[in-house]
């Protein structure tokens, strides 16, 4: 059975602060993807990574893909409030089904 | 605003009504889902749609049942549910054919409570 596991599963910071939020797994996976979750709405993509060793940008989140695509993180610059929400890492690996993670649930205090 | 619509938004039934949700999505997409979401968990896989056919029923029990009646539209229909059955139910679609190989768009999702 192919896990993702996430760390931390929560994480309460001051705004300004910086963050990294860990996916973990044994498994390879060909790609990963990370979502943003707000209560009552559905999951949002940020981005997909597929090579090893990818480091994605967008604004203030930097996103990594390990070199042996077993694992991910998402660092996170200068948070603000509006980052608040659940963090979604997942794995695809060829033709299988979607894992996620368990989320990370990430509130930023102004 | 997401491409993935749902309906309705929010949903209370008792346990011997029938309902149905109901998605749609205009990109194009040739594989639609549903998944089940229950609070502060996450998102767990339910059907896979791939070309209008069932491709993944990941061992649901029958008072659910899906419907794809063509390549935007997806449906689920709710018989004899029970409280435990209460949950945010998100549709998403993708453009690959099977989940893995795409990434996922996912409605707003309907919020349903079993009385």
């Known amino acids: 059975t192919q896990l993702l596991e996430q760390s931390p599963q929560f994480l309460s910071i001051q705004e300004g602060e910086n963050l990294t939020v860990y996916c973990n797994s044994s498994?390879?996976?060909?790609?990963l993807q990370w979502y943003r979750q707000e209560p009552g709405e559905g999951p949002v993509l940020l981005v997909t990574v597929v090579t090893g060793g990818e480091v994605k940008k967008l604004k203030r989140l930097t996103f990594q893909f390990g070199d042996a695509r077993k694992d991910s993180s998402l660092h996170i610059t200068a948070a603000q409030p509006g980052d608040t929400g659940l963090y979604l890492c997942?794995?695809?690996?060829?033709?299988?089904?979607?894992?996620f993670g368990q989320g990370t649930r990430l509130t930023i205090n102004p | 605003d997401t491409e993935v619509t749902q309906t309705p938004k929010h949903l209370v039934m008792g346990m011997t009504n029938k309902k149905s949700l109901k998605c749609e999505q205009h990109?194009?997409?040739?594989?639609m889902y549903w998944y089940k979401q229950k609070a502060k968990k996450p998102p767990e896989l339910m059907f896979v749609y791939s070309y209008e056919k069932l491709s993944i029923n990941e061992s649901v029990p029958s008072r659910f049942s899906p419907e794809c009646p063509n390549s935007s539209l997806l449906n689920l229909h709710l018989h004899a549910l029970q409280p435990e059955d209460s949950a945010l139910y998100l549709c998403?679609?993708?453009?690959?054919?099977?989940?893995?190989?795409?990434?996922?768009?996912f409605g707003e999702g309907s919020r349903l409570t079993v009385l």
């Open positions: 990109m194009g997409h040739r594989a």
């Open positions: 998403a679609s993708s453009q690959g054919p099977i989940a893995g190989t795409g990434e996922l768009f």
């Open positions: 498994s390879v996976f060909s790609s």
């Open positions: 997942a794995g695809g690996q060829g033709a299988q089904k979607l894992v």
